[in-house]
């Protein structure tokens, strides 16, 4: 039996007064997919505010986004089957608590979070149309403080990743003449501890799931690095069918490896508000990517969204959104990825 599924980027909550105006728009077209999944950049958590505070006063801006636990039946609106919480807004132990017991009541399945560290790298496998779709996520991006779940303490699943700094070789291997300030070339890499980790649990939800997406909270301000490339092709190595990654709120470049697509940043989905501002203009990047009998991937394609002032998502036809286009081709053209806009779709082929 042939399945589809529908993948969407950072989904926060935070400026949503209506549950039902978000997704009204979309939630038909994600209707049609056998399964849903996205990233929760946001906790459902209502906390207690003293009096004379207001919410605000209890976040620096950088804590996190809790966004009112009566927000979460926008993510029932929309349809969601599944959603991530490993990234870098899941954030303070009670929030998270808080956010994944709202889920748990809503009947929405999260992976990412948990009360300790064993917790927090569960998978979840939804069975949806006689197809079982097996679910992960790890954030590369979290605070050095109380974050990282514990052996005893609550968190998000992460895979440690180390920066390195090397001179700039000319292309012959010798160094440029002595040039203060001269950029250096920045490494990034896995931290293998984590990374094997990461192999052994891949494998082991391979082997429960039909259909694996794994899913990744990583990005730094531009093209996509080492370390994104390295834990890309080490889940598809190890049996994950799709992956998606999400940090940046722009499109990042796409590449076909081994067949099976790997999407660098998907931007956003949902983003009125963070703490302190609005944010506008964004384009978001929608994966539709359909499975054969067998499993096997046979076609894959996206679509674009943006988010009108009043909180409204809709889709985009591709013939608009020339500039979007233009950059994420501009990302996957070290990929040799080809996009080949279709009506409201963009087709996705290894070049």
């Known amino acids: ?24 728009k979309v939630r038909d077209t994600l209707a049609m997919a056998d399964c849903v999944f996205g990233n929760l950049e946001c906790c459902l958590y209502d906390p207690v505010v003293p009096r004379g505070q207001m919410m605000a006063d209890l976040q620096s801006g950088y804590d996190g986004f809790w966004a009112p636990t009566a927000t979460g039946k926008a993510l029932l609106h929309a349809g969601f089957h599944c959603v991530g919480n490993a990234n870098n807004q899941n954030y303070g132990h009670k929030a998270i608590l808080s956010s994944n017991a ?39 991006q979290y605070w050095p403080n109380h974050h990282e779940a514990a052996e005893h303490s609550p968190g ?18 010798t160094l440029p003449p002595n040039r203060p300030g001269l950029p250096p070339k920045i490494i990034t890499w896995g931290d293998p501890k984590y ?20 899913s990744h909270h990583m990005g730094h301000k531009g093209d996509v690095l080492d370390f994104q490339t390295e834990i890309a092709h080490a889940a598809i190595d190890a049996g994950a069918d799709v992956v998606m990654a999400h940090a940046e709120h722009y499109p990042l470049g796409i590449e076909v490896y081994k067949g099976k697509p790997i999407f660098y940043g998907l931007s956003s989905f949902c983003f009125i508000r963070s703490n302190k501002r609005f944010l506008r203009g964004w384009v978001g990047v929608v994966p539709r990517v359909s499975f054969d009998d067998r499993n096997e991937v046979s076609r894959i394609a996206f679509m674009l969204v943006r988010q009108a002032d009043n909180g409204e998502i809709s889709f985009c036809q591709a013939a608009d959104e020339s500039a979007a286009l233009a950059d994420i081709q501009k990302y996957s053209d070290r990929f040799k990825t080809k996009l080949q806009p279709a009506g409201d779709e963009v087709v996705v082929s290894a070049g």
Do not use: C
Request: proline share 4%; aromatic share 6%; no cysteine.
């Open 102 to 140: 709202t889920l748990d009541k809503l009947g929405i399945p999260h992976v990412g979070t948990g009360v300790n560290r064993a917790e927090a790298r569960k998978p979840a496998v939804v069975t949806r149309n006689g197809k079982r779709f097996g679910f992960m996520q790890r954030t590369s």
């Open 1 to 24: 039996m042939a399945s589809t599924i529908m993948l969407t980027g950072d989904v926060n909550l935070l400026g949503v007064e209506d549950t039902e105006v978000p997704f009204r």
């Open 156 to 173: 998000v699943a992460v895979i440690k990743v180390h920066t390195a700094f090397e001179p700039v070789y000319y292309k012959d291997g």
């Open 195 to 214: 990374m094997e980790e990461f192999r052994q649990d891949v494998k082991a939800l391979k082997a429960q799931s039909d259909i694996v997406v794994s």
